[in-house]
């Protein structure tokens, strides 16, 4: 995989940073031998442009702002880029999971969280979240984590999963939390 900075996001760009990117990548197999840049934005989420060219290979874009950086802004972005793919490329070149891959912004979030615990140190932004559960997010993460891949299970299913998801985690911060967190009250078989 190759990653083009902007000049923009050249001048922003720390190790750690980069550090924080490859680490990220390695959980998108879907995005293995393609180029993606890097650009910079102001703002505290991301964005992912894929520009539609019937022939060429499509340009992966994402931007991020280095100085606020999460995992979880990143797995944002990057799974933006494979709801894009799924909806550019064959079907035969991507992968079954990829395939099946709906778009929007909450999906995003359920997906992102889903692929890997390393992009649960931040709170997701679309997925409707109680207070509690924002403002204590390590707390929560990881029951919220396991919730979402059982909600892909469900979706197999219900076509309301999103809603069940969300019903789901409000009924999470209503149980006490015990001294480490409220996943392993749950015991939930979800491990990374
Ligand atoms: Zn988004």
């Not at 499509?58 to 894009?84: C, D, F, S, W």
Request: aromatic fraction near 8%.
């Amino acid at each position: 995989m190759r990653l083009l900075f902007t000049p923009l996001m050249k001048k922003r760009l720390t190790r750690r940073v980069h550090t924080m990117l490859r680490a990220s990548l390695r959980h998108f197999p879907e995005l293995h031998g393609r180029t993606i840049t890097i650009g910079y934005t102001r703002t505290n989420l991301g964005s992912a442009v894929l520009p539609r060219h019937t022939k060429s290979e499509p340009k992966l874009t994402v931007r991020l702002n280095a100085r606020k950086l999460t995992y979880n802004t990143i797995g944002h972005e990057l799974t933006h880029l494979v709801q894009g793919l799924s909806l550019f490329e064959r079907p035969d070149r991507l992968s079954t999971a990829a395939n099946k891959f709906p778009g929007g912004e909450k999906q995003c979030d359920i997906w992102t969280l889903a692929r890997s615990s390393l992009f649960c140190d931040d709170a997701p932004s679309y997925l409707k979240l109680l207070r509690v559960v924002r403002e204590n997010w390590p707390r929560y993460a990881k029951s919220v984590r396991a919730l979402c891949i059982m909600a892909i299970e469900k979706r197999k299913t219900h076509r309301f999963y999103i809603r069940w998801l969300e019903s789901q985690i409000k009924q999470l911060a209503r149980k006490p939390l015990g001294k480490s967190g409220a996943l392993e009250q749950m015991q939930l078989p979800f491990d990374d």
